[in-house]
C-alpha cells in the first residue's frame, strides 16, 4: 500500500527565485514539501546550474543543463515557483531560467504555482504573473500568492509560524492541488 502510495504522488519541481541558500523562499520550499508529502513528490531545482541565457544557442545546441533543466519542466505534473523581490523585480537567476525555455513550448499549460515572499514584492509578484502568462503557462488568482514581510514568519525548523501566512499557504495548496490535478481518494 505504502508503495502505491508514493506511486501515485504527483512530480513537482520546486524552483527557488532566491540565490541564497538559507533564504525564506528555501524555507518556504521546505515548509510546502512537509505540508504536501502525501500527495506531492517534490523535487527542488538550483538556477544557480544554469549558464547565462544566450539566444544563439537556445533553439539549437543548448546547454546540457538547459536541456536537463527544460526535461524536468516537460516531465513535472507541476511547477512551483517561490521568489523574493530583487531591486523591485525578479530576480536575474530566474529571469534567466525562463528565457532559457521561451523557444519552447515547455510551460505550455503547465499547472503553475506562483509565491513572492519578500519585505513587499508586488512589483515581482506582478511581472513574473505578466512573464508565465507570456510562456503560456497555467494559474489561476488562486494558485499565486504574495507574502510580504516574510522574514519572522518562518522559523528557523521551516515551520510557518504566522497564523494568517499559515492560512493563506494552506488554501494557496489546495487550490494547487486542483490545478495539478490531485485526487481526494
Known sequence: MKGLEIKNKKKILAINGSAGL??????LINCFAKLTEDFFALTAFDLKSLPHFDPDLSVKNAPDAVSEFRNLIQNADGILICTPEYVFSIPSGLKN???????TD???EK????????ADGEKAHRELQ?????????????????I??????????DEIIDSKTLSDVLNFIE????LVGVDDN
Open 148 to 157: 510580504q514581510g516574510v522574514k519572522g514568519k518562518i522559523n528557523e525548523r
Open 175 to 178: 487550490a494547487y492541488q486542483l
Open 111 to 118: 499547472p503553475i504555482g506562483l509565491i513572492t515572499a519578500s
Open 106 to 108: 515547455v510551460f505550455l
Open 97 to 103: 531560467a525562463i528565457e532559457w525555455c521561451v523557444s
Open 22 to 27: 538559507n533564504s525564506s523562499n528555501a524555507s
Open 130 to 146: 505578466l512573464i508565465l502568462k507570456t510562456v503560456m503557462a497555467k494559474f489561476s488568482s488562486e494558485t499565486t500568492l504574495l
